[in-house]
């Protein structure tokens, strides 16, 4: 094998070290000097950069340009996809079918001037989604070219500036303050301000890793790069998401629509099948003898439906070519005015949205998977020698600082209490402690003096202590007024202070020692403290309120991670089953991991592949997972989650970015998020209504009418652009905005379903009613009202519209006190401009088409009958509210 003949490590081992992140288990591997000479690199001339050497690592280590990235497809394979949708094959088959009997009817030229011009209006529609796709991915491609930048490298002693692509393994970068990190690799020297754009706590010559995509925030570094291409961390865990796809709350939604435009085709379709056979198959019947039969009827009927197709089928395709492009493409210019305001208003969130209909699929997150947090032991404690408050730039005396370890040590265990836990792992981290510790006697002049230790609450410890230590290392006497001046100290603190003191006693010939409790020098003391801010607290909770889970999954070990879930408020004390370590997870089966996962709040020692696991079962067991990470290294995480929350600057992974890298923002998001799903719902299912109510009327007036329809196709492209435009506008203002720091504890929709049980019984409500309403206008108007034909049309365009503007009133949600003022008056206004909008139409159209006018009369009449929706609206919304309880 080339890799292992020329080169004295495997793209495996590389891969393992970098993914440890320490220092000592690279040592392991030899340390990064014999990691570079096993990759024939020189860490200050860098890789001979010859094009054979060049070759060999490109053949042994991989390119720096992944092959999973994909290409966009040509217009032909997209048109292809096209037509091979289910809804294009049907209406293809509706223009063949009316093809083929306007030929019998109307004759040979009329019909192929129909089916020409059926074809013409399909293949806009078509043509319109292909081109709309190709320059989407054309846009991606180009986005990912972009990143193609320059990078500083040093070959055979020369810096020199490459392209990232050409980027090999074995080669030493240079990054300065902006640079993005090109492949994954190991940090030689930088900068003492050297920092990722990652807000995190790391001494990279102890955590030495560097992986691909991070930002150098400041300062400058050197790096040997260990990973390029497809063999990074980073591509590497991409390709284990695999077809595991994210919810996508505007795909569900174009289902759900792409299922109403088949129901429109399918039975246009069944219509069209009864005439061609009644055309071309049905042989002459002989009347009936009774001729009311119903067979006669029938006959009677068809014969009708057949002489009349020339004004049904332009009337009924063209209504339908409508109804489809509206669903099509009018649904998403709808929901797209909705997440637009929504990417605007999440900024009064203090964040920034990457993907647009992010904004809504955050409210239907049911847990969060936290990542990146971090445990600054500096915070988790106070410690007080003397009457002095240690800071970590003041200087301690160096055997006081020996023997508080020792007594640290010597009275505390892993296996303890909470406190003993977070006790030494405060003085592991500040005081340097370890296990190795052990010394507490030294001799002097033959004898053995034995530093005897004591450890309690400050109430048991002081009041045998005689002296005690100054910072400088001087003893002072410690007597009753003094102690009541340490109690009266540490009062703010509680019950979480622990007073250490020694005495230095002889061990006697018989080795024993005795000594009293008494004229002990009091060493120092600490107080525990919660190193979370109590809005990070109450983040936490708030989640935990409105009905959506918190997760942790750290990368320190489980006795850390304990410390995190109980100072945040994730964990009781007591709730030890509840945390669990990586690898036992790792090495559990399926359907263990699948039950298990439920009961996991806290993961420790996890890896990213790890932390991906858990969010892969997770939503195996249908919950919605956001996954809010600080690191750069959990960007895979992010892109498997159904929402990817970046705490920082920008991550080209994530859905959403918090630039303050708080993660007490995200009650808020959620918050938010839940009322777009609000208005994403009521948006829905005013559209839903629309299309039901103007298919039936216009299907019910074409086959028992006289072959006209009672809608037009240019009456309903405006009210479909009107209401998708303003009405959704109006409908997205007053319902997203309200006060976002406040918890949801409403029922979100599209957890399930996307048309829920009320919508259903909402949209069956209104549609039948507004069917009702224009078919007795059509009947009964132009009798009842006294006015012609036409003016019975105008009357049946205008109730049908007013209707729509009705059904937007019940929309808005001023009873729960969210919608300000200026929010109300803008929805008055869009009210007022669509009614204005309406009769300015109306009244053109009548002057240019010779149309008569209709007075105030008729107009009121028209608002008057429209209105009656609200109380229909309230009377289901009644029925919704018993069939609850």
């Known amino acids: 094998m080339l890799q292992s003949e020329e080169y004295l490590v495997t793209r495996e081992i590389l891969a393992e070290a970098v993914e440890r992140n320490c220092r000592d288990a690279l040592d ?3 340390g990064i000097q014999y990691i570079a000479s096993a990759l024939r690199t020189n860490l200050e001339a860098g890789i001979v950069g010859d094009l054979t050497d060049l070759k060999s690592r490109c053949e042994a280590f991989g390119s720096n340009m992944p092959t999973s990235q994909s290409q966009p497809h040509s217009i032909k394979g997209i048109l292809w996809d096209a037509l091979r949708d289910t809804t294009i094959i049907l209406l293809l088959c509706c223009t063949m079918l009316s093809l083929a009997i306007g030929i019998k009817i109307n004759g040979a030229a009329e019909g192929i001037v129909y089916a020409l011009f059926f074809m013409l209006a399909l293949s806009s529609v078509v043509c319109f989604a292909a081109a709309a796709r190709f320059l989407r991915e054309t846009w ?4 990912f070219s972009k990143r193609n930048g320059d990078v500083w490298v040093v070959r055979n002693g020369l810096v020199d500036v490459i392209l990232e692509s050409d980027l090999v393994v074995g080669d030493i970068v240079w990054l300065n303050t902006g640079d993005r990190i090109p492949a994954d690799g190991i940090f030689i020297n930088g900068d003492d301000s050297f920092k990722l754009n990652a807000d995190l706590e790391v001494d ?21 790069v260990t990973s390029v291409g497809d063999n990074t961390e980073r591509n590497r865990l991409m390709r284990n998401i695999g077809d595991d796809h994210r919810l996508q709350l505007l795909d569900a939604i174009e289902k759900t629509s792409s299922k109403f435009d088949k129901i429109w085709l399918s039975l246009w379709l069944v219509l069209l099948l009864v005439q061609f056979v009644r055309c071309f198959v049905a042989k002459k ?11 006669n009827r029938m006959e009677d009927l068809m014969k009708e439906v057949v002489k009349k197709e020339r004004l049904k089928a332009k009337g009924l395709f063209m209504m339908l070519l409508v109804l489809v492009f509206a669903s099509r493409e009018g649904l998403p210019l709808a929901l797209f005015v909705s997440l637009s305001y929504a990417s605007h208003r999440i900024k009064s969130c203090k964040a920034t949205v990457g993907q647009l209909q992010a904004s809504a699929t955050v409210g239907l997150i049911t847990t969060i998977c936290a990542t990146g947090l971090v445990l600054k032991h500096s915070e988790m404690a106070e410690l007080w020698i003397g009457f002095d408050l240690v800071h970590h730039h003041l200087q301690v005396d160096v055997q006081l600082v020996e023997a508080l370890r020792q007594g640290i040590l010597l009275h505390s ?8 836990i977070c006790l030494l792992s405060w003085a592991t981290a500040v005081l340097g402690l370890t296990n ?3 010394e507490c006697y030294y001799k002097v002049e033959d004898k053995v003096v034995v530093h005897v230790h004591w450890r309690g609450s400050p109430d048991s410890i002081l009041p045998i202590c005689s002296h005690y230590y100054t910072l400088q290392g001087n003893i002072e006497t410690l007597d009753a007024l003094k102690a009541t001046a340490f109690k009266q100290l540490l009062a703010p603190y509680g019950q979480c202070c622990f007073a250490f003191a020694y005495k230095r006693e002889i061990r006697d010939e018989e080795n024993n020692i005795k000594t009293l409790q008494t004229g002990l020098i009091l060493l120092g003391l600490v107080c525990l403290k919660n190193p979370y801010s109590a809005e990070f607290i109450q983040a936490i909770q708030h989640c935990q309120e409105s009905g959506v889970g918190v997760r942790f999954a750290v990368d320190d070990d489980i006795n850390t991670a304990r410390i995190i879930a109980v100072y945040s408020g994730l964990l009781r004390r007591e709730d030890d089953g509840k945390i669990v370590d990586a690898g036992d997870f790792r090495n559990q089966s399926e359907a263990d991991r699948l039950k298990t996962v439920e009961d996991i709040l806290v993961m420790a020692n996890a890896s990213p592949g790890d932390k991906m696991l858990m969010v892969k079962y997770l939503r195996q067991n249908h919950h919605v997972v956001a996954a809010a990470s600080a690191a750069i290294r959990d960007s895979p995480l992010l892109k498997q989650a159904d929402v990817g929350i970046f705490l920082g600057t920008s991550n080209e992974d994530a859905d959403i970015f918090v630039p303050t890298s708080e993660f007490t923002l995200i009650p808020a998001i959620l918050n938010l998020g839940r009322r777009v799903c609000r208005s994403i719902e009521k948006i829905v299912q005013l559209k839903l209504i629309m299309e039901v109510s103007a298919f039936t009327i216009n299907i019910v007036s074409l086959l028992a009418g006289n072959g006209k329809e009672a809608l037009g196709s240019l009456q309903l492209l405006w009210i479909n652009l009107v209401m998708e435009i303003l009405g959704a506008a109006a409908v997205a203002i007053t319902t997203i905005y309200g006060s976002s720091a406040r918890a949801n504890t409403d029922p979100v929709y599209g957890s399930g379903q996307i048309i829920t049980r009320p919508m259903w019984m909402s949209i069956a409500v209104q549609s039948s009613f507004q069917v009702a309403v224009i078919l007795i206008l059509i009947l009964k108007g132009g009798t009842v009202f006294q006015v012609s034909e036409s003016a019975v049309g105008t009357m049946v365009f205008n109730c049908y519209a007013f209707c729509q503007v ?10 729960r006190g969210d919608v300000a003022a200026g929010q109300s008056c803008f929805f008055l206004c869009v009210v007022v401009v669509i009614g204005i909008l309406q009769v ?3 009244e053109i159209v009548g002057v240019v088409a010779h149309r008569p006018r209709l007075g105030i009369k008729l107009w009121c009449i028209c608002v008057g009958i429209s209105s009656l929706s609200l109380p229909l609206n309230c009377a289901a919304n009644l029925i919704i509210r018993i069939s609850r309880l």
Request: glycine share 10%; hydrophobic share 30%.
């Open 840 to 842: 300015a139409v109306v």
């Open 140 to 143: 991606m491609l180009r986005k």
């Open 204 to 224: 990279y010559s102890q955590s030495p890793s560097l992986f691909t995509g991070g930002e150098v925030s400041q300062g400058r570094c050197c790096m040997l």
């Open 28 to 30: 392991r591997y030899g």
């Open 436 to 438: 190795t510790e052990t």
């Open 413 to 420: 265990s892993t296996n303890g209490c909470f406190e003993e």
């Open 806 to 815: 009705y059904l937007l009133i019940p929309a808005i949600e001023i009873r």
């Open 285 to 295: 019947v002989q009347a009936d003898k009774d001729p009311k039969g119903l067979k």
